[in-house]
């Protein structure tokens, strides 16, 4: 699995020259017709040129004292760990599984929803205040392909992970399990050490109550499905005994979700008590976190509604969930599974191809109505609760502040699964005769022009993983050639060859930015690094001082409107492999205002667009609802154009 590694080339410092021109390239349509804007821009690029070179010799010479990476302390650190706001929606993702066609003793809602009832499309959450026999169930099934998993990295027995250009990075495999982000001042960090990547123990949530459960022996060995079952099965016996006496300790579970110095605080006084600081490392020291929640979608299948109690819980926001944790699973109480992310060790698509794999290996194994299992009955369960007593009032002031926060943060959020079910990748190949990322990269731009009347500044992910370390690099997917796309897809006038041939125009620009972002030769890292050379590099022993003129140079380059504008993505968007048992992948839109994050999956029949943005108001007319019917649209546009250009009739899959 590692034996590649030192193979792996050195993410690499792109020539100056050739970011700043990338760079002037890019924002040509972000500045749209402002032409003494971009006068300005490439005024202010050209002063930058002449003095930054000094900069790219520090971030060079930066480099040659890094371990890995010149861009990983600093990823960690801007892009993570000193965000402050809530991890819940706005940096955490969250995943949906399929349902299990096999799932029985299922909740029933208290009223069924009628024709008209505004839920009655995307579902509703409802609170049973009870646990079932199939959730436990479902909950071990998936904790051991988990450690399947798990264990395959460990032994290093999965295989090397490889494109066209060669073997991948494999070390974020390696940042999952074990691993917490820990709340600090103004900056968090990371634990992850050898102690817990050889823990034995996960952590289980129910009612905000928070137990560590052994799955391995004192030897080392696995315990079997039986002897779990019984543990969750105590547990949740235990906790529903303790809610009817009122004997539940305080929610800190929610400031894990909250504003992250409100939980630094909250976590220093804790760490000042014993018992709880003993808590707090019991969590820390875990594998992983798996949340057993009363609440259940329905109708069943309504994914929109599933995926809100996955992102949020569904009635109570930001509680029974431990934001901290690098994997966390969540089941309702009729089974449903989900999962939640935090961000900072790892990028979405490697927890993605293990949950992928979990939900895969766990299908087949049909979890019939439960019958006896002489393992569970002769097991003995030991349940450990982790306590947080003597709560200080400071901290319960804390934590009410936090259910606050996190319900107005769940009451401003829209989010849905946009399942596009007309075609697929196959089609978008053989018919379009496209990328099928790019196509869909055009057809979520073109949406957003129309709904809002302006070109969206775009961020799409590229893997660096050719490089050791690498993590990501901005795709600016906003470009000359798909702005002319999206004016030709606008314009009365224009034929259906004329939009085809934009199309085809602006889905090569794609694959060429893609290609140079994944390669290591994108704009936004350099910049980044270029920034941190100015503001945080000691200059070089050899290197003439920056006047007052040179570092007005650098500061109004860095200052710019337009570099702003050009970084203000208002479409967030990243794809994923073909996922079949995923049924929805979401994240928070990095803008408010008229923004959306959208993680989508081009499989060979269907697209699936997880999309999340604020509601109308808080988004100053952001229209989740208004996205959707545009981008059906738009896909079905484009099915036509596409197949009249290449004379394709339509239903004829005999050239597809």
């Not at 520090?58 to 990476?69: I, M, N, V, W």
């Not at 892009?79 to 969250?94: F, H």
């Not at 006896?372 to 030991?382: G, R």
């Not at 992910?461 to 897809?489: I, K, P, Y």
Request: some cysteine.
């Amino acid at each position: 699995m590692m034996s590649e590694q030192d193979k792996l080339p050195r993410l690499p410092i792109p020539p100056l020259r050739q970011t700043i021109s990338k760079y002037l390239e890019s924002i040509v349509p972000v500045a749209n017709d402002d032409i003494a804007a971009l006068a300005e821009t490439n005024r202010r690029a050209s002063h930058f040129l002449k003095v930054a070179e000094r900069l790219q010799h520090r971030l060079t010479e930066y480099e040659k004292t890094q371990p890995y990476s010149w861009l990983e302390k600093w990823w960690f650190e801007l892009a993570y760990l000193s965000w402050r706001e809530s991890l819940c929606i706005n940096s955490n993702y969250w995943i949906a599984f399929a349902d299990d066609p096999n799932a029985y003793g299922l909740a029933k809602a208290p009223e069924q929803l009628q024709p008209g009832h505004p839920d009655i499309h995307e579902g509703k959450v409802w609170d049973s205040g009870e646990y079932s026999e199939f959730q436990v169930r479902r909950a071990v099934k998936f904790i051991q392909k988990t450690l399947d998993y798990k264990e395959l990295i460990a032994d290093g027995r999965l295989p090397i992970d490889r494109t066209r250009a060669g073997p991948l990075c494999m070390h974020q495999y390696h940042c999952m399990f074990g691993m917490t982000r820990i709340p600090r001042m103004g900056c968090d960090e990371l634990r992850q050490d050898a102690s817990t990547l050889a823990s034995r123990t996960i952590t289980v949530i129910a009612d905000d109550q928070i137990y560590s459960v052994d799955v391995y022996d004192s030897a080392g060995h696995r315990r079997p499905d039986g002897e779990l079952e019984a543990e969750l099965r105590a547990i949740v016996a235990d906790v529903t005994e303790r809610r009817a006496l009122g004997d539940l300790d305080p929610a800190v579970t929610v400031l894990t979700a909250g504003h992250r110095d409100r939980w630094s605080v909250a976590c220093e006084q804790l760490e000042k008590q014993p018992a709880n600081h003993a808590t707090l490392m019991a969590i820390q020291h875990s594998l992983l976190a798996v949340s057993l929640d009363t609440t259940f979608s329905d109708p069943p299948g309504s994914i929109t509604a599933h995926q809100r109690n996955m992102k949020c819980h569904g009635t109570q926001p930001g509680h029974n969930r431990w934001y901290d944790k690098c994997v966390s699973y969540v089941f309702d109480r009729n089974g449903t599974a989900g999962y939640l992310g935090e961000h900072s060790p790892c990028d979405a698509l490697i927890p993605a191809f293990m949950i992928e794999y979990v939900a895969k290996n766990a299908a087949p194994e049909n979890i019939g109505i439960y019958s006896h299992n002489p393992t569970s009955s002769t097991h003995h369960a030991h349940v450990r609760r982790l306590r947080f007593t003597d709560v200080g009032l400071s901290v319960l002031q804390l934590i009410k502040e936090a259910e606050k926060e996190v319900e107005q943060t769940a009451k401003d959020s829209d989010s849905r699964q946009i399942r596009f079910e007309n075609y697929g990748s196959d089609w978008i190949k053989r018919a379009a005769k496209v990328g099928p990322d790019a196509f869909a990269q055009l057809a979520m731009q073109l949406a957003y022009y129309r709904i809002h009347g302006t070109f969206a500044s775009v961020y799409e992910t590229a893997s660096t993983r050719q490089f050791l370390h690498g993590r990501t690099e901005t795709v600016r997917s906003l470009s000359v050639e798909s702005a002319d796309f999206m004016r030709t897809m606008s314009d009365p006038a224009s034929s259906s060859r004329d939009k085809y041939e934009a199309l085809v125009r602006a889905a090569n620009k794609h694959q060429i930015l893609l290609r140079d972002a994944s390669s290591g030769n994108g704009v936004d890292r350099h910049l980044l690094g270029l920034r941190m050379a100015y503001h945080r590099l000691q200059p070089l022993p050899s290197e003439a001082p920056f006047s007052d003129a040179e570092k007005t140079a650098i500061e109004d380059f860095f200052s710019d409107p337009i570099l702003a504008k050009s970084t203000t993505f208002q479409l967030s968007t990243s794809g994923l492999f073909p996922a079949y048992y995923l049924s929805h992948t979401g994240f928070g839109c990095v803008v408010a205002e008229r923004g959306y994050g959208i993680n989508y999956i081009i499989e060979p029949k269907r697209i699936k667009f997880g999309t999340e943005g604020k509601t109308f108001k808080v988004g100053n007319g952001t229209d989740v609802d208004r996205f959707e019917a545009t981008l059906r649209q738009i896909l079905a546009e484009l099915k036509v154009i596409c197949e009249q250009s290449n004379e394709i009739s339509a239903g004829d899959s005999s050239r597809l």
